[in-house]
């Protein structure tokens, strides 16, 4: 019965540790496809700072994720990804108000 018990305990943590990689994978994606987007449109000139917060925090998340720091990696993924976000919607409002070419 002992054994049957801490069968379940190892299996139970390790799928956890499985979800927790599988969680900041998803969120590095997607900061990635955002990151991407944002460099696509010009965000490096038109928004610097949100581009590059977005940028160093994806790198983080990528360093934490191969420390094995799975919930940091995810957290600075979202991270990234918000920031990278707020890049692509601060370079269309620039494009739309006629800034295109403009440096924040």
Not at 20 to 48: D, F, H, I, K, W
Not at 79 to 101: H, L, N, P, S, V
């Amino acid at each position: 019965m002992r054994a049957l018990t801490l069968a379940t305990i190892v299996l139970l943590a390790t799928s956890v540790v499985g979800c927790g990689s599988l969680y900041y994978r998803v969120s590095a994606n997607a900061a990635s496809s955002r990151l991407e987007q944002a460099q696509l449109m010009g965000a490096e000139t038109q928004a610097p700072y949100e581009y590059y917060v977005a940028r160093e925090h994806l790198r983080q998340a990528q360093i934490e994720a191969a420390q094995a720091s799975y919930g940091d990696a995810a957290s600075y993924a979202e991270t990234a990804e918000r920031y990278a976000q707020k890049a692509i919607d601060t370079t269309a409002a620039a494009r739309k108000d006629g800034r295109a070419g403009d440096a924040k």
